[in-house]
């Protein structure tokens, strides 16, 4: 087996757990800038997104679980933007 063949390999065999780490921390910032009432669609998807990412996780699934996360991430930050566009809106009211 060539090298780039176990190195693609060993990045699939380990728990992405940087990834974890990081959609959890965007669904609390989420959370903290009033994403529950101002974008709750979005951080919805988001934590969806986290509870399967910890379901494959479990089951060793580990690029799904990682994918997972990544799209938790996103949606999370799409509920942060949101949830901040909308205050805004409500500011300047």
Known sequence: ???ALLLA??????PPVQEM???RQAI????EAGAAER??????????YL???EEKLNEHQYSKARYDAKQAKMK?????????QSSDEEESQ
């Open 39 to 48: 974008a709750a669609f979005h951080l919805k998807a988001a934590e969806d």
């Open 51 to 53: 509870k399967s990412a």
């Open 28 to 31: 609390a910032v989420a959370k």
């Open 21 to 23: 780490s990081d959609a």
């Open 9 to 14: 390999a060993g990045c699939e065999t380990s």
């Open 1 to 3: 087996m060539s090298a």
């Open 76 to 84: 999370a930050l799409d509920a942060l933007k949101a949830a901040e």
